[in-house]
Nanobody, 115 residues
Framework: QVQLVESGGGLVQAGGSLRLSCAASGSIFTLDVMSWYRQAPGKERELVAAISPGGGTKYANSMAGRFTISRDNDKKMVYLQMNSLEHEDTAVYYC?????????WGKGTLVTVSS
């Protein structure tokens, strides 16, 4: 069993920054791709960014240049640095990890950006 716990969400003014963290624990031999998704009220969950074990990254178009994903394989952590936040970034942010070919999800952390 794999557990993912997000932290770092909160209330921030437009133009501000937040750093999200996700800690993975449990029966993990190798963490494969780790990702951040988000779900805004009334919308579907969408990919924010993903990072491979080797550090290769992928971003959604609207986040590229503002958000940075990183990971620490030794600590089994993934991070999301979010800058120049906009009201439209308000959402629950979820951590996702692929372990042994299976997808695991955290419970999410709420990010609220006030305009």
């Amino acid at each position: 069993q794999v557990q993912l716990v997000e932290s770092g969400g909160g209330l921030v003014q437009a133009g501000g920054s937040l750093r999200l963290s996700c800690a993975a624990s449990g029966s993990i031999f190798t963490l494969d791709v780790m990702s951040w998704y988000r779900q805004a009220p009334g919308k579907e969950r969408e990919l924010v960014a993903a990072i491979s074990p080797g550090g290769g990254t992928k971003y959604a178009n609207s986040m590229a240049g503002r958000f940075t994903i990183s990971r620490d394989n030794d600590k089994k952590m993934v991070y999301l640095q979010m800058n120049s936040l906009e009201h439209e970034d308000t959402a629950v942010y979820y951590c996702n990890a692929v372990v042994g070919g299976l997808n695991y999800w955290g419970k999410g952390t709420l990010v609220t950006v006030s305009s």
